[in-house]
């Protein structure tokens, strides 16, 4: 696609990126067959190739209006489209250069700042959140279905095993997952330990940023990136061998510090190197497939369970990563049923599902009708975001997959 970029984003780095990804638009359309907002609205402006035509128009100069702002807030930033596009058009990074900018001249109303701002600080503050969630889950049996199905009951950790092996690998605790859902890190603590690996947390790392970076608050995620990067570089460099993930929505994010942070002299380097040691659990497990092997699972009631694997937007779009979790599943013993629309969101989307809960929630009983059709006893998948997103509309429990694969290999 041929581009004139206004004379006040010509030459910036921002405006260089955008011009190099729309000319790699040719506007096929093949993008609109798999994006979620166009299957449910119908409307191209609600599709990638709309919105990518969109950030054009305010690129070489058109003044964005609050329907500017809608059309991109609705994207769920999937990346469905970059899966499908046949020209490698990077329509995430075009999409955060598009928001910041209509941002800036559009703005929002005080309500919906407001919102945002208690979205940021509550979600990504695990102090905040837990004392919160504390609350919600002490008078859980009192709220209305609809609210209560919102609060996950609390939930013991189990045992994390101390650190004694030679081989160890960090672990990002995460924001709101230690609170929802503390058995996952510490199922996946327990799996590494059985195959040699001991898991560990650096106390002074925090929230990866993704909540600030999707709420438009560049700096703020920025500033949770480099608070991490200074967390987890010392343990690197005393031989920590990865930086392991259990939620891939933070995976994406951290895997992507290295692109955030390129322009910043005294970062660049380090974010890249914290971006190249990031893997996916189910990236370290795959490679580690020998070792996990070697264990030969337990004959155990789990594996009668048929399950039904969700795979998130950010471990197979984001990440790029399909296969591993169903390999890793069927290699333990599960039977996984067939699930239609395997590559459509569930509507999820980090805060998405609060600030466009009516897309969200047709995404999601869309993806719990897929799910379901194969009669499952339990649903599957790879992000805390999706579970209890998921969890909140059905009563198959949802569970992260290594929680199933921890149990197996302890014979439960
Ligand atoms: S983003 Fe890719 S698939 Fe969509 S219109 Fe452009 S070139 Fe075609
Ligand atoms: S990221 Fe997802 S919702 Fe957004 S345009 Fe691409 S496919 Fe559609």
């Not at 907002?37 to 950030?55: A, F, H, K, V, W």
């Amino acid at each position: 696609m041929q581009t004139n970029l206004a004379d006040a984003y010509r030459n910036t780095p921002d405006g260089e990126v955008a011009e190099r990804i729309l000319r790699n638009c040719v506007h096929c359309g093949f993008c609109l067959a798999t994006c979620p907002t166009y299957q449910i609205l119908g409307n191209e402006l609600d599709s990638p190739r709309g919105r990518i035509y969109l950030m054009k128009q305010v690129l070489e100069g058109a003044t964005p209006t609050a329907k500017t702002q809608l059309h991109l807030d609705r994207c769920l930033t999937c990346r469905n489209c970059e899966t499908t596009c046949p020209s490698g058009v990077e329509y995430g990074k075009l999409l955060d250069i598009g928001r910041h900018l209509v941002e800036e001249k559009v703005g929002r109303g005080a309500a919906a700042t407001a919102t945002r701002a208690a979205l940021k600080t509550g979600l990504g503050t695990p102090l905040l959140f837990n004392a919160a969630l504390k609350i919600g889950q002490s008078v859980r049996g009192l709220l209305p279905g609809s609210m209560k199905s919102r609060i996950p009951a609390a939930e013991a950790a189990g045992n994390w095993p101390a650190a004694h092996h030679p081989r160890r690998m960090l672990v990002l605790q995460g924001c709101v997952q230690p609170g929802l859902k503390p058995n996952i890190n510490a199922a996946t603590a327990r799996v590494l330990d059985r195959i040699g690996i001991s898991l560990i947390a650096a106390s002074e790392a925090g929230c990866c940023g993704a909540l600030a970076h999707h709420l438009n608050d560049a700096e703020d995620g920025l500033a949770a990136a480099r608070r991490n990067i200074e967390a987890w570089l010392p343990h690197l460099d005393a031989g920590a061998e990865a930086i392991v993930m259990t939620a891939s929505g933070c995976g994406v994010m951290v895997k992507d510090y290295g692109w955030l942070l390129r322009d910043d002299a005294a970062y660049a380097e380090k974010a890249a190197r914290i971006s190249a040691a990031t893997r996916d659990i189910s990236e370290i497990l795959v490679c580690e497939a020998a070792a996990l092997k070697s264990l030969a699972p337990h004959a155990s009631p789990l594996t009668q369970k048929r399950i039904a694997y969700h795979p998130p937007c950010t471990l197979q779009h984001g990440q790029k990563l399909t296969g591993g979790v169903e390999a890793l599943l069927t290699d333990a013993g599960f039977e996984l049923t067939p699930v239609a629309e395997k590559h459509l969101c569930c509507g999820s989307a980090g805060t998405y599902s609060i600030l466009q809960p009516e897309i969200a929630n047709q995404l999601k009983a869309r993806k719990l009708g897929n799910l379901q059709a194969g009669q499952p006893e339990l649903i599957a998948t790879a992000n805390i975001g999706c579970l209890t997103h998921l969890q909140s509309g059905s009563n198959i429990p949802v569970r992260h997959w290594v929680e199933l694969l921890d149990e197996v290999l302890a014979g439960l």
